[in-house]
């Protein structure tokens, strides 16, 4: 068990990918603070980790990544009573499809605040917990959207790149103290996020299928495989790894 004795702090874990990092955590041992802007859902993440019956538990916080002083208190408080291994910055928005110069700047602010402020404010709390217990690990929910660009999506493209870059540089600010930070970019995965803009579309079903057929798997990936490369990033199995931008899209950018 990769996490027993230890705590990771997950951001957005009511929903998707957060909540599939979060109940793969607490199988292997973790506890798990659950914190998002939508209570609702994270309960329900930490119900579902409490009817697996362990062996890791959870716990959850409301909390909205934007708001840098909740943050800090948020994650002092759920260090002080459970302690501090893993921060998992995954909270994030996508933005509907749109050229940039048609793209209103107060939604383009919006999603500067939630996905690249939030990393940083998510980071800006844990690396002094971190560094003084001169161990753990950072992962920051990144997107091949930001590695390749993404058109229609500017705004969120330029977060995603924003967020790996900054994975890259506080990996080497932090490497001294035996913590370290790393990027998962995944491809589309099916999460509620997804399912949201392909419904959004004509033919939702037909649209499913055009995007699958571009990736070498022919499918999307399911929010557990990239919880997988979040939990093999976070754990001593990626002693090794740290400033490292893992792609998980399934083979589409590989042609
Ligand atoms: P989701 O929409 O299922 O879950 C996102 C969670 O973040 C939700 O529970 C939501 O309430 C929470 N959240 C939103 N704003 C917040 C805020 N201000 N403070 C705290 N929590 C907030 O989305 P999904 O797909 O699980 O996405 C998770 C991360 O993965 C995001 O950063 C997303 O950009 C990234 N990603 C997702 C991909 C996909 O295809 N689903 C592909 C590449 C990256």
Redesign the pocket.
């Known amino acids: 068990m990769r996490f027993e004795d230890r705590t990771v702090f997950v ?10 990092t979060a109940q793969r955590c607490a199988r292997e041992g973790a506890t798990v603070v659950v ?4 209570a609702d ?2 309960e329900a993440t930490v119900r579902a980790i409490e009817d697996e019956g362990g062996p890791g538990d959870a716990v959850f916080e409301a ?4 708001d840098a002083t909740a943050v800090a208190e948020t994650v002092d408080d759920a260090a002080a009573r459970h302690g501090l291994d893993v921060m998992v910055n ?5 933005q509907r499809s749109s050229a940039i110069e048609e793209f209103p700047l107060a939604e383009r602010d919006r999603i500067f ?3 690249a402020k ?1 990393v940083w404010n998510g980071c800006r709390a844990a690396i002094p917990h971190l560094k003084e217990q001169e161990s753990g690990a950072i992962v920051n ?5 930001g590695v390749i660009g993404q058109p229609w999506s500017a705004a ?1 493209a330029f977060t ?1 790149g924003g967020v790996a870059t900054f994975t890259r540089t506080i990996a080497g600010e932090l490497g001294r103290f035996d913590v370290r930070a790393n990027a998962v ?10 399912r ?1 803009e392909l419904e959004s579309r004509d033919d939702p079903e037909a649209a499913r299928e055009t995007l699958e057929r571009q990736y070498a798997l022919k499918r ?2 399911e ?1 557990e495989e ?1 919880a997988a490369a979040i939990c093999f990033l976070a754990s001593d199995d990626a002693s090794f790894i740290t400033g490292h931008e893992l792609v998980v899209d399934g083979g589409y950018s590989s042609g």
């Open positions: 951001t957005g874990g009511g929903s998707g990918i957060g909540r599939a914190s998002d802007i939508d859902g994270g909390l909205d990544v934007t995954n909270a994030g928005i996508a605040a939630i996905n939030g929910v990144a997107s091949l959207a969120y995603k970019c995944p491809g589309f995965t099916d999460t509620p996020m997804v949201g999307i990936g929010p990239i």
